[in-house]
């Protein structure tokens, strides 16, 4: 089982997936994935599981509760990346490493745990950290450079960001880390979030997570920027509330880190926001979106850091979405932006930023005046009123002309020259409406939404041109 064919079956045993779409999620090409597959049910049948199968274009399997437990409790299942962060992380936290007990442990051979620790020898040399061979015993580190600390806390993060969604039940750090009080301080951690109004986020817990641990292990951490805290007293009265178990540095350390994503900082390493900075500008002019609203461009780099996060950490957590075509014309839009600044991310993680870009163009849009006529087959409408009135809760500025469908069909070129949009049900005006469901308020108000975006897709063209 190597690393593509775990990402695999990890990815379908959360749902099922057209070859395609598997394609687009992994970003690998399709007879690679077929070829995996294959590997994946050799694997499978050796271990009497059931094998994955196809079913109307769609791969899928079926496991029991039970059959993944026991699955996803085999270190063969543990990948390269997360071998080599549980050495890393071990041998810096601990400062000692026997790789013979650490192999025996990970059930490896010689030869392959010696190439996964010669990367994190690598990295430790070429970051100016220091360790000697203890002989008989093994490795000892001495000294930990700044770039490694830094290292150290994405690592830390990493492991904790995925937790919320692993379904790798091995995960050896586990035991390295079993002292830090995690679980009880996620607990508290919340309770200090809803009394201060703080938005939840597994990337939030995950870093607070890691800096427990950082503070505890290292001295030269301090969070704390050129700002007036002394209007953040209440966040501080209830870190020293609900974490009472918890020492005074990470408590401080807390309250700098909260308190700067209270005052709007998007809370992320430099590094990384200033790779999502980069990328904004070009976003603005390629969408033509001149002036985004402060809450909106906060959103958007908040989305762009931990989209870069998770693809340079290789954390593949997919949400699936079914793409209109809409949809399809922003992700090609978006790609062009990410080719031009030679930059990645995982392909759910683009779903959801153009779903973000979408909602800033309606709402700058909203505004917008239109003529929207809706044509029903029926002779009589029933309601129409309050389906006017509903509609225009969410489209302010526009004016709804609700008509039987067959007065279209006697004078089309009236409709057509008096109307922006035309809405209908009747399946027979397909060629010049848009097709809608009468019972359905969303699909009315999603098609309104579609007009409204390629409008604005159409401008900014023009705009270019």
Sequence with gaps: MNDTNIRILMLLLQDSFILEELSMYLDLEKSSISKSIKQINNFLEEKNYPKIKLNEDRYIIFLSKQQQEELFNKKILMTSDE?????Y????????INLEEERDKLA???????????????????????????HGKGMELYYISPTDLHIFFKTLVKYFFKIDFSLNRVNLLDEVLKNYNITELTI????????????????????????????????????????????YDNLRNSLNNHLKEFDLKYKEQVF?????????????????????????????????LEYIEDNYKKMLLKKLCYSIFKYEGKILKVK??????????????????????????????????????????????????????LLFNEVNIIDDTFLRNELKRYFINCEFTIEPSFFYKINREIYNNKFDLILSDE?????????????????????????????HLKRRKASMN
């Design 320 to 373: 699936k979405f079914d793409l209109k075509n809409i949809d399809l014309i922003f992700l090609n839009i978006f790609n062009d932006i990410l080719k031009k600044e030679n930059m990645e991310i995982y392909f759910s993680d683009k779903v959801k930023m153009i779903q973000i870009l979408k909602r800033i163009i309606l709402d700058k849009n909203k505004m917008n005046s239109s003529k929207i006529l």
């Design 427 to 455: 399946a027979s005006l397909k060629n010049n409406t848009n097709i809608i469901n009468i019972l359905d308020l969303n699909d009315i108000i999603e098609k309104i939404n579609n007009y409204i975006l390629e409008n």
């Design 108 to 134: 490896l051979s010689r030869s392959t745990i010696f190439r996964i620790f010669t990367k994190v020898k690598d990295s430790l040399n070429k970051n100016g950290s220091k360790y000697i061979y203890v």
């Design 188 to 231: 508290n951690l919340g309770k200090v979030f809803k009394e201060n109004k703080i938005s939840f986020s597994s990337f939030l817990i995950a870093f607070l997570s890691a800096l427990n641990i950082c503070v505890k292990v290292f001295e030269n951490i301090d969070l704390k920027l050129d700002e007036d805290y002394r209007k």
């Design 256 to 288: 700098y880190f909260l308190a700067n994503n209270l005052s709007s900082a998007v809370p992320f390493e430099p590094e990384i926001l200033s790779k999502a900075k980069k990328i904004l500008p070009s976003i603005k002019e390629i969408f033509n």
């Design 83 to 87: 071998i080599h962060d549980y050495l």
């Design 89 to 96: 992380v071990k041998f810096v936290h601990n400062r000692f």
